[in-house]
């Protein structure tokens, strides 16, 4: 899907075999200032793999990764600096505090005195850290670990942010808490969250890439990937038994339908071609004076089109794979 604004970062063919495992298969996508794209997949799909490759941490086999059109391979440093990355597991020196830790990452980015202490204050006041700046990082718990990892990518206000799992093991407040920067960062930025957690996309995310196998099988809005699913349209009927048997044929008979499935709570009510049959349920529901209890219009589940587009792509990959 091509993006309407300049790129910030570009990939372009890339690939990445380990042994016998083709991690990466020519993937290729475009992410501009103001997106929040959720870099989606099963596990071993290539979705670290691809952001390693992004970082500068893996090199490819062929292609290429430009950040702010510096090639990661050809021009690292350059790249770097305008990178903020944040691996899966937000890896950090565990003996130290997230004081000395971040003054560490100050230090690398070249920042000394008091524009030093000035970076460490606005990482740790975004990240919401400085309760325990002074706490040895391996007593801190697993949302204040991501904090931390957070901080580091952050430190140096970067144009490009790469976040691999950043919500992976963090319970529902710190999940807001992080959607919640992520979402006021994103006007000014290029965001990439690698991730399996499809809500991460309704919360956050703009636009939406799904990598099965190594390859891109998906990429679209939130929106337009949930349409593709079977239930993009469809109507839910809750009925007594009795009602929903009266309903079930005359629902099917009607024109735009495609089936009535029976389920728990009722009859899902599936359209032909996902268009809009909402209306004409609720009208022939109301026209036979048939007892329901709720007649509700159903979005599109990304987890259904997750599912369809990547069982089949993913046959097989073993647990263990590449990610």
């Known amino acids: 899907m091509a993006s309407n604004v300049p790129a910030m970062i570009e990939i372009e063919g890339l690939k990445k075999r380990f042994g016998p495992i083709q991690a990466v298969d020519d993937v290729s996508f475009t992410v501009g200032r103001g ?83 000035r970076r460490i204050g606005d990482a740790a006041g975004l990240t919401q850290l400085e309760e325990v700046m002074r706490q040895p990082i391996e007593t801190l718990s697993r949302g204040f670990k991501r904090r931390v990892g957070l901080a580091a990518a952050l430190l140096h206000d970067p144009e490009v942010l790469v976040l691999d799992e950043p919500t992976d093991g963090l319970d529902p407040n710190q999940k807001h808490e992080m959607r919640l920067l992520i979402r006021a960062m994103a006007p000014k930025k290029a965001i990439v969250i690698s991730t399996h957690i499809l809500e991460e996309v309704d919360a956050v995310c703009s636009r939406a890439i799904i990598i099965a196998r190594g390859r891109i099988v998906a990429d679209g809005t939130p929106g337009a990937l949930e349409a593709r699913s079977a239930r993009h349209n469809g109507v839910l009927v809750v009925a007594g038994a009795d009602s929903r048997m009266r309903l079930k044929p005359l629902l099917a008979s009607l ?22 049959i909402f209306d004409d349920v609720r009208a022939l529901i109301r026209q036979r004076a048939i007892d329901v209890r709720e007649v509700r219009p159903e979005r599109g589940q990304l987890e259904d089109v997750f599912r369809s587009v990547t069982i089949g792509a993913d046959g097989g990959r073993a647990a263990g794979a590449a990610q």
Request: aromatic share 8%; hydrophobic share 40%.
């Open 35 to 117: 997106e929040v794209l959720g870099f989606l997949g099963p596990n071993g799909a290539g979705k670290s793999t691809t952001m390693k490759i992004l970082a500068g941490f893996l090199p490819a086999d062929s292609g290429r990764a430009r950040i702010m059109g510096y090639d990661v391979a050809v021009d690292p440093i350059e790249a770097k600096r305008r990178l903020g990355y944040m691996p899966e597991g937000a890896p950090s020196y565990s003996d130290m505090t997230p004081e000395t830790f971040l003054g560490f990452i100050a230090e690398v980015r070249n920042f000394r005195g008091a524009e030093r202490k």
């Open 255 to 276: 024109s735009g339908v495609a089936q009535v499935i029976d389920e728990t709570d009722g009859l899902f009510v599936q359209p032909l071609d996902g268009r809009p």
